[in-house]
Nanobody, 120 residues
Framework: QVHLVESGGGLVQAGGSLRLSCAAS????????MGWYRQGPGKQRELVAT???????SYQESVKGRFTISRDNAKNTVYLQMNSLKPEDTAVYSC??????????????WGQGTQVTVSS
């Protein structure tokens, strides 16, 4: 079983910055893709950013140029640097990791989520 624990959420004023972290632990053989998702009030969960093991990234259009996803493969950790935050970025942010628990067993795990609130 693979566990993901997020940290770094909080309350920030518009224009401010936050850095989220998500550490994976447990039975991990390898992690392929890691990503950040968010769910705002009354909204469906949406993809924010993803990163492959090799470092290829993709972003939701609304966060391009403001958010940066990165990962430390040695620490099984993914980060999300969020700059120029806007009130519409307010949401619960969750991380996801996909990979192998053993050479023949796949996993697709989620963290519990961390609240990000941006005040205007």
């Amino acid at each position: 079983q693979v566990h993901l624990v997020e940290s770094g959420g909080g309350l920030v004023q518009a224009g401010g910055s936050l850095r989220l972290s998500c550490a994976a632990s447990g039975m991990i053989f390898s992690i392929s893709a890691m990503g950040w998702y968010r769910q705002g009030p009354g909204k469906q969960r949406e993809l924010v950013a993803t990163i492959t093991r090799g470092g290829s990234t993709s972003y939701q259009e609304s966060v391009k140029g403001r958010f940066t996803i990165s990962r430390d493969n040695a620490k099984n950790t993914v980060y999300l640097q969020m700059n120029s935050l806007k009130p519409e970025d307010t949401a619960v942010y969750s991380c996801n990791a996909k990979g192998l628990s053993t050479p023949v067993t796949v996993f697709d795990s989620w963290g519990q989520g961390t609240q990000v609130t941006v005040s205007s």
